[in-house]
């Protein structure tokens, strides 16, 4: 499609060899930047914003970390669900190329290739980082093409609304980033997940200046996922298109140790992976992300195979729309 995107060293799509079973590997094609398609897979592999954050790096390793585990694991149906995901035309469109220790040229590249691929070619786009801040260019890449009243999601321990000073963008700055410049209307977002000791007061306030909605850890743990997802979808109906935005940070270290900054509280697996499935549920999700796994401290893959089944659930519910 263009010299900014390559195919991925870890393609996930393989020839089905077992007729018994088809696997998610032999449905996700290889994107050949002209074929309309329903979701489309790109890799950002892109972490500056963590280093300069006091983050742990090792989250560019993640896009094709997760379609390793992609390429083994979750089967092309749900049983449990009655889901059938080869209705789906998926496609990999590969990995960004990024541009080393240069934040703007790397999002620049990014808001390009995604919104020509938005552009009557890729329904709806999965994203792989990276650090939290690649947000700033998917959701502007999704703005840029659709140009419709736009809502949003975060699930992340953290606010991510910090002042970029001293020119340093960070993995803390995209949310602010986007409502300052106008992409994301304040009172269009949503921050579920927040967990108190991490985040500033100051912060929160400007938030709610804002309009924004801020749900915190226990707040969803007192109402449900299930409960909070629908207030969501309620506030968010004039909406014309949404994105979800999941950092794996949101989810306690226990069970995601692979994250730029892990937490000892946070999200059960169960947890996002009902946030994962009800945004695929919901036709106006047009870009899904996943961000933040850490390839280099994971423990047997743990976290980059929840990421896996992040994405599966996502597509399960997608594939479940009549």
Not at 180 to 197: M, R, S, V
């Amino acid at each position: 499609m263009t010299k900014l995107l390559k195919k991925s060293t870890a393609a996930i799509y393989e020839k089905q060899s077992d007729l018994d079973d088809l696997r998610l590997k032999n449905i996700v094609a290889n994107w050949d930047g002209r074929t309309k398609i329903d979701i489309g897979i790109i890799g950002i592999p892109f972490d500056y914003g963590v280093q300069l954050s006091g983050g742990r790096p090792g989250a560019a390793r993640a896009p094709d970390t997760i379609r390793s585990q992609l390429k083994r694991y979750g089967t092309a149906c749900n049983s449990e669900k009655k889901a059938d995901l080869s209705k789906l035309k998926i496609a990999d469109l590969g990995n960004m190329k990024v541009f080393f220790r240069d934040s703007l040229r790397t999002y620049a590249a990014v808001i390009g290739v995604m919104a020509k691929a938005y552009d009557g070619l890729v329904d709806t786009i999965i994203a792989l980082g990276g650090g939290n801040d690649i947000t700033y260019a998917t959701v502007s890449a999704l703005q840029r093409s659709r140009k419709q009243t736009l809502g949003g999601m975060s699930i992340d321990a953290h606010f991510d609304v910090r002042s970029t000073r001293g020119g340093k963008i960070t993995s803390g700055t995209p949310y602010r980033r986007l409502i300052e410049d106008k992409i994301l209307p304040g009172n269009n977002f949503w921050e579920a997940g927040i967990q108190g000791q991490v985040n500033s007061v100051i912060h929160e306030r400007w938030l709610k200046k804002q309009g924004a909605k801020i749900v915190s850890l226990s707040e969803i743990r007192e109402k449900g996922v299930i409960a909070e997802f629908k207030s969501f979808e309620k506030a968010t109906r004039r909406c014309k298109m949404i994105f979800v935005s999941i950092d794996i940070d949101s989810v306690a270290q226990a069970f995601a140790p692979g994250s730029s900054a892990p937490s000892p509280d946070g999200l059960f697996p169960e947890d996002i992976l009902q946030f994962a499935y009800l945004a695929g549920l919901n036709q106006k999700v047009k870009l899904f992300e996943v961000v933040e796994v850490n390839p280099r401290y994971d423990v047997d893959n743990r976290t980059s195979r929840l990421a896996t089944n992040i994405v599966i659930q996502f597509l399960t519910g997608r594939s479940l729309i009549k």
